[in-house]
Each structure stands twice: as C-alpha cells, then as structure tokens.
C-alpha cells in the first residue's frame, strides 16, 4: 500500500510539478507568494539594517544610536517594498485608485508601524538589556513581525470585503 501510495503521489507531482499544483488554488497561490515575498521584505530589512549599522559604525556613531537609525530607516524601505509586493503580487489588487491606494497603504503603514513599535522595543530590550548583539537581536524580533504582519494583511488589509 505504501508504494502505490508514493508511486501515486509521485506521478501527481511529475505531470504538473509541486508549485504549479499548490499555487492553483487561490489560498495555496496566496500562502506561497506571501511566503516568497515575505522573505524578500526581509532582505531587503536586513541587508539595509546590516548595510547601515554597519556603515553608521565606521563613520564613528556610537553603536547603540547607529542600530536604532539603521532599523528604521531599514523598517521603511521594507514597508515601501511590502506594500508594493503584497497588493500586486499576493493579492493582485491591480486597482490604482488614489481613494484604494490611500485606504490600503494608510491601514498597512497603520498595522506596520504597530508591529514595527512592537520589534523597535524588543530591539531595546534584548540589544540594550540583555546584551544580544545587533544581528540576532533583529533576527528575533523579526518573529513577532512575520506573524502579525501576515494575520494583519490576510483578515484586515488585503480582505476581499474592503475591496468591494
């Protein structure tokens, strides 16, 4: 049974391939880009934060004021960066009406802002008190920002009702 089982599952991915049969069904497509574009939002957060924490140190500002320049300037481009890739390409929201980008952009700024108060305090807490260092600092409060970001753009921003 075990073999059928697998020769079967196996024949399903062969004739169309794991992405194309996951990202057929819209909530699958949705999870996937949503995935692929959260990892580069969070390149593009890290390799800003890095680049400027690191650039911001050779030029002689103290440590604990260069993390916190480099992590919000890094905290904005990613939310530039997210905005764009989650409504065109997650949510395929196509719509360029200034009263839709106003209402989407100022409720993603909204929840980003929250969540990025949120990891700049973590920030804080684990640079500054419990003596981390920069990188893994961010890297943890990176966690809580995935999560809420994701639940926030799914049932709040991008919901299909506030497009109707």
Known sequence: MLKYQAASFSGKIGRKGFLMRFSGKKEGREALLYIVTGVFTTLVNFFVFSL?????????????????????????????????????????????????????????????LFSGAVCFLLMILLVDI????????????????????????KFWIFREKMHE
Do not use: C, T
């Open 52 to 112: 400027l924490d690191f650039g911001l140190a050779r030029i002689g500002i103290a440590g604990r004021l260069a993390y916190k320049f480099a992590y919000a300037a890094a905290f904005f481009a990613a939310v530039l960066f997210a905005y764009w890739s989650n409504k065109l390409y997650v949510f395929q929201n196509k719509d360029m009406s200034l009263p839709r980008l106003l209402r989407e952009f100022s409720a993603f700024l909204a929840a980003r």
């Open 130 to 153: 419990m003596e981390l260092g920069h990188s893994l600092a961010w890297a943890l409060s990176s966690v809580f920002n995935l999560g809420f970001n994701y639940l926030a753009s």
